[in-house]
């Protein structure tokens, strides 16, 4: 079973807007990463955030992890056309020290021009 | 191009046949992992490996083998495929999972007929 599950299952936005794509998990986990995949190509590391941290940016993209609620968020700023992708949650959980991740379903995100 | 280079891109095969995808990595990572992908389901570990000749089962490795005799490569092998094998299959590497993100290939799709 998929140890992370993401919400909403797809999204459509107008260019310009903020999407946000939550994401939820079941164990204790040592780090939660963020999967960019464009349609018909592999996936692309966006950004990995620790049990330890709260909050992470890297460009565009804000994460949030909330250990308590085993939630996590991924907030993309100004979106764009080419920011139209699936977007996956994958976790590494606390027994597997990074040798393997958990993904979840992924989010379908459309920005409309 | 330093990455993750996964070949054949496309293959089909007959019900009962055998074929070995390729995997190799040119960043001297440790970490590695194949991942199959079916509509709907996100992506799910078949095996994986820490180092050279450490490898172990994920969470649907039945009806597949692997090895892992030096770093760069990790070779997925269908012993007997069957249609319910027809997915796309990624392979993807990392210095350490649990500091650092993965890097993907661009997959194989695998048609089983």
């Known amino acids: 079973s998929q140890q992370g599950e993401e919400d909403p299952q797809a999204l459509s936005i107008q260019e310009g807007e903020n999407a946000t794509m939550n994401c939820s998990y079941k164990t204790s986990i040592n780090n939660l990463q963020w999967y960019r995949q464009n349609s018909g190509r592999g996936l692309v590391h966006l950004i990995l955030?620790?049990?330890?941290?709260r909050e992470k940016h890297s460009g565009r993209l804000r994460v949030t992890l909330d250990t308590s609620k085993k939630s996590s968020s991924l907030l993309i700023t100004a979106s764009r056309a080419a920011d139209t992708a699936s977007y996956f949650c994958a976790t590494d959980a606390k027994e597997t020290s990074g040798s393997r991740l958990t993904f979840g379903e992924g989010t379908q995100l459309t920005v409309n021009p | 191009n330093a990455g993750v280079t996964q070949t054949p891109k496309f293959q089909v095969l007959k019900t009962g046949q055998s074929m070995t995808l390729q995997c190799a990595q040119d960043?001297?990572?440790?970490?590695m992992s194949w991942y199959r992908q079916d509509p709907g389901m996100g992506l799910r570990l078949i095996h994986y490996s820490v180092g050279a000749g450490i490898t172990d089962q994920g969470e649907v490795p039945n009806g597949y083998n692997v090895s892992r005799s030096t770093t760069e490569d990790f070779p997925l092998r269908l012993l007997s495929a069957a249609p319910s094998q027809t997915s796309v299959y990624f392979c993807?590497?990392?210095?350490?999972?649990?500091?650092?993100?993965?890097?993907f290939g661009s997959g194989t799709r695998l048609t089983v007929v």
């Open positions: 993807a590497s990392s210095y350490s999972g649990r500091f650092y993100g993965y890097t």
């Open positions: 960043m001297n990572h440790e970490y």
């Open positions: 955030i620790r049990s330890n941290e």
